[in-house]
């Protein structure tokens, strides 16, 4: 499937500011199947866009307005061609990969709750039926309510609460599934057709002795199709937040997001 993808932010601050530094993870990967044929990222006011590769392969997009301003808006158009199923061009792991997908974090810890949470649900000898049962009963156990966590919340809170977003669900499938010693990380990017309004869309990819890399969404309780576009990879959401900047000036500062994913 060929898709477009329209990502525009505009940050806007209450009084000008003197500069603002801004690293953004929006180009589409190049790998595993899906092709990013065109990417483009502008800034207004204009300035240098240069780039990176983080640790885990991810394409960063960096700059620094220096002048005085009070918004600043980022437009990113990508032109993508995803796979009809998800496969990896690679699954062989680091000792230091391994570590990493396997640990716990901040946001998919491994608390009592999660890791009971998780046993309750596991079966013995199968790890792949252990990430379906697993995915399945997150999935059918939490609901999906925008604005009942937020960006900061945790994966054992979201498991309390019952509630919560796509970035929830998918720190909740990965403290539960490296409780049960599969190697997981976490995945960001976009979703045709979804039905949901969020800016961006994430879900999970487990790593399975008999079958590699499996990418798996327990939101819509099924492995990636050809509508999902992925953009970074990493532990989790703190790897591969769409933005992350910091600002010089006492203004207080407002940031939307709108994003379009068509057919092109």
């Known amino acids: 499937m060929r ?27 190049d790998a595993d199947g899906q092709r990013c044929l065109s990417f483009q990222l502008t800034t207004e006011p204009q300035d240098a866009v240069l780039r990176y590769s983080d640790p885990f392969g991810n394409d960063v997009r960096h700059f620094d307005v220096i002048q005085p301003h009070q918004k600043l808006m980022v437009a990113a158009v990508s032109d993508v061609l995803t796979a009809d199923s998800y496969a990896a061009d690679s699954s062989i792991l680091s000792p230091l990969d391994e570590f990493d997908f396997l640990a716990p974090t901040e ?16 079966i013995t000898g199968d790890p792949f039926a252990t990430a379906l049962a697993l995915m399945h009963t997150i999935h059918n156990n939490l609901v999906y309510e925008k604005g009942a966590t937020d960006v900061t919340t945790a994966a054992d809170q979201a498991l309390s609460l019952g509630r919560g977003v796509c970035q929830d669900f998918s720190h909740i499938m ?66 591969v937040p769409p933005t992350r900047g910091i600002f010089k000036g006492n203004a207080k500062e407002q940031m939307t997001v709108k994003v379009s994913v068509a057919v092109s």
Request: proline letters at 6%.
């Open 3 to 29: 898709l477009r993808i329209e990502h525009v932010t505009t940050f806007t601050y209450d009084q000008p500011i003197s500069e603002a530094y801004t690293e953004m993870r929006l180009k589409p990967l």
């Open 107 to 122: 946001y998919a810890p491994h608390t009592p709750e999660l890791i009971a949470f998780s046993n309750a649900h596991a």
């Open 174 to 239: 990965l403290a539960v599934c490296r409780i049960q010693s599969i190697p997981a990380r976490y995945v960001s990017g976009y979703l045709y057709n979804s039905g949901f309004t969020a800016a961006s869309h994430a879900w999970v990819d487990i790593l399975l002795p008999e079958r590699g890399w499996v990418s798996l969404d327990p939101t819509h309780d099924g492995e990636q199709t050809a509508q999902y576009v992925r953009v970074a990879v990493g532990r989790d959401y703190a790897d």
